[in-house]
């Protein structure tokens, strides 16, 4: 089992910045993947931006050049850094954790999902 604590939400003006971080604990050395995703009530959970266990970050086209998702391996903990924040950016934001383990030829996944922060930009 992989727990995941959310912080660093809040309200914002636009054009101010927040920082979100997400604290995994328990099995953390299954976790892979880690990422943001956001979610508004009525729409899907959408994918914000991820990073794998070598650094390599991937981000929705919405938020690129705006938003880094930065991780401490050693804390089991990502960063979400949010700049340039717009209205269209309230949401609530969750943290999730891919974890992956067995041998090469049987690979089992699980998605571990936070509580949700929520993050309001106001205009």
């Known amino acids: 089992q992989v727990q995941l604590v959310e912080s660093g939400g809040g309200l914002v003006q636009a054009g101010g910045s927040l920082r979100l971080s997400c604290e995994a604990s328990?099995?953390?050395?299954?976790?892979?993947?880690m990422a943001w995703y956001r979610q508004v009530p009525g729409n899907e959970r959408e994918l914000v931006a991820s990073?794998?266990?070598?650094?390599?970050?991937n981000y929705a086209d919405s938020v690129k050049g705006r938003f880094t998702i930065s991780r401490d391996i050693a804390k089991n903990t990502v960063y979400l850094q949010m700049n340039s924040l717009k209205p269209d950016d309230t949401a609530v934001y969750y943290c999730?954790?891919?974890?992956?383990?067995?041998?090469?030829?049987?690979?089992?996944?699980?998605?571990?999902w936070g509580q949700g922060t929520q993050v309001t930009v106001s205009s």
């Open positions: 328990g099995r953390t050395r299954s976790i892979d993947t």
């Open positions: 999730k954790a891919v974890a992956r383990w067995g041998p090469v030829e049987r690979v089992f996944e699980f998605d571990y």
């Open positions: 990073i794998d266990t070598d650094y390599t970050p």
